[in-house]
């Protein structure tokens, strides 16, 4: 006898660590919101992307998130990629489509793009970005679609993966001197569980010039955006860039010609 097949559709993030994670919390809120009693969406916790492909296949899934540390470890592992996941060098969100192909997209420039511009603060002159993972390269991508000249901040910018990355030291310097500054948190510091950890060692710096957007959202305020609050800083956390990352993914996933490249 035949055994019977799944018909669920099963969605997942996959990642190294994801206790900090909500966004099972969000997809689970959403398919009760519209009555899919057939989706799922799971935390898959991977020490390596060793055997994706036959998890992805052993676990019928249609569709997957990624964080860190494989928004740019998966790249050799996908059948194909949209242009802007190109351009990126990142992707956050595979669809499966027939014969088990593996399509990389990044929604996390358009999410970052779309939470900046409604937060409705004027677009400075000078933008940071700490870190060179995945969400930094998205949000240095989202920054130069919308003309803010940005560059990458590193603890070790000589042997950092993206180009013309700048030390922390030369980092302060420039916000000392910049007229109106964004400045985002692309790195893990400050995640839980290391809610007392911050990427930026000079607190007194912030100002009311400085927009600081820190990408973590799990806790939010993280201790990064408290030093900027006291100082007259308006601060942003990651909550809403995760949920509109999450509703494009969504649209990704249920439109799979689209997604199809």
């Given at each position: 006898m035949q055994p019977l097949m799944d018909k669920r559709r099963h969605y997942a993030l996959v990642g190294r660590s994801l206790g900090?994670?909500?966004?099972?919390?969000?997809?689970?809120?959403?398919?009760?919101?519209?009555?899919?009693s057939d989706c799922s969406y799971s935390l898959?916790?991977?020490?390596?992307?060793?055997?994706l492909r036959r998890w992805v296949a052993d676990g019928h899934i249609c569709g997957f998130n990624v964080t860190v540390p494989y928004k740019v470890a998966i790249l050799p592992l996908l059948d194909a990629m949209s242009d802007d996941a190109r351009a990126i060098g990142a992707v956050n969100c595979v669809c499966v489509t027939s014969g088990d192909r593996l399509v990389g997209h990044n929604t996390d420039w358009r999410a970052f793009?779309?939470?900046?511009?409604?937060?409705?603060?004027?677009?400075?002159?000078?933008?940071?970005?700490?870190?060179?993972?995945g969400a930094a390269r998205a949000v240095a991508y989202a920054l130069g679609r919308l003309g803010v000249e940005s560059c990458f901040v590193s603890r070790t910018p000589g042997s950092c993966p993206v180009p013309d990355a700048i030390s922390?030291?030369?980092?302060?310097?420039r916000a000392a001197?910049?007229?109106s500054l964004l400045f985002v948190n692309a790195t893990p510091v400050g995640m839980w569980p290391d809610v007392d950890a911050s990427p930026w060692p000079w607190p007194d710096d912030f100002s009311s010039r400085w927009t600081v957007y820190d990408l973590t959202y799990n806790p939010s305020p993280t201790l990064l955006m408290r030093h900027a609050a006291a100082r007259g800083a308006t601060v942003h956390d990651g909550l809403d860039m995760l949920h509109?990352?999450?509703?494009?993914?969504?649209?990704?996933?249920?439109?799979?010609?689209?997604?199809?490249l």
């Open positions: 900090h994670s909500w966004s099972q919390r969000w997809f689970e809120a959403m398919f009760l919101r519209q009555g899919l898959c916790e991977m020490p390596s992307l060793d055997g793009s779309e939470s900046l511009l409604s937060c409705g603060t004027p677009l400075p002159s000078t933008a940071l970005v700490l870190g060179s993972g922390y030291d030369d980092a302060r310097r001197a910049a007229p509109r990352q999450a509703a494009l993914g969504w649209q990704l996933w249920q439109n799979p010609s689209a997604a199809a």
